[in-house]
């Protein structure tokens, strides 16, 4: 079993390149990986890690599109991981906890997920649906 703590920046994005089959339905981005590993460069996007999982996080008030305009102050989970062996175990939970407490920023945390069992994990963990489109949800948490 992997440890995620003792995976570098690098190599857990290089985790989510090889594996985005396991967060998306679609092919990633053509920027991807690059765009993430830019992102953490300039402090928009942190990585949270626990030993069976990690998760990556756009801070509150950090990101803009690419025509350089800011995006809603909401701080946004774009990748959760936990390894299988370790699922059920509340371990997603509890690094959601984790991001709620240090990068809310007494704003909301949004997300996109994809399926109806993803949908009623984040439900259970305070997430409520704004928008459905085809069993693709946006998400967001503002307590």
């Known amino acids: 079993?992997?440890?995620?703590?003792?995976?570098?920046?690098?190599?857990?994005?290089?985790?989510?390149?090889?594996?985005?089959?396991?967060?998306?339905?679609?092919?990633?981005?053509?920027?991807?990986?690059?765009?993430?590993?830019?992102?953490?460069?300039?402090?928009?996007?942190?990585?949270?890690?626990?030993?069976?999982?990690?998760?990556?996080?756009?801070?509150?008030?950090?990101?803009?599109?690419?025509?350089?305009?800011?995006?809603?102050?909401?701080?946004?989970?774009?990748?959760?991981y936990v390894a299988p062996e370790a699922r059920g175990r509340r371990v997603a939970r509890a690094m959601i906890e984790e991001i709620k407490a240090q990068y809310m920023e007494d704003q909301a945390l949004e997300l996109f997920c994809v399926g109806s069992d993803r949908r009623r994990m984040f439900e259970a963990c305070g997430f409520r649906v704004i928008e459905n489109e085809s069993d693709t949800y946006t998400m967001v948490c503002d307590q």
Request: hydrophobic letters at 40%; a negative charge.
């Open 1 to 80: 079993m992997v440890d995620f703590t003792q995976l570098t920046d690098t190599q857990i994005v290089d985790f989510v390149a090889d594996h985005f089959f396991e967060f998306s339905d679609d092919l990633p981005p053509q920027e991807f990986p690059k765009n993430i590993h830019n992102g953490i460069k300039r402090g928009d996007l942190v990585i949270l890690k626990d030993s069976h999982g990690f998760a990556v996080v756009a801070r509150a008030n950090r990101l803009r599109r690419g025509d350089n305009t800011p995006l809603p102050p909401n701080a946004e989970l774009i990748f959760i």
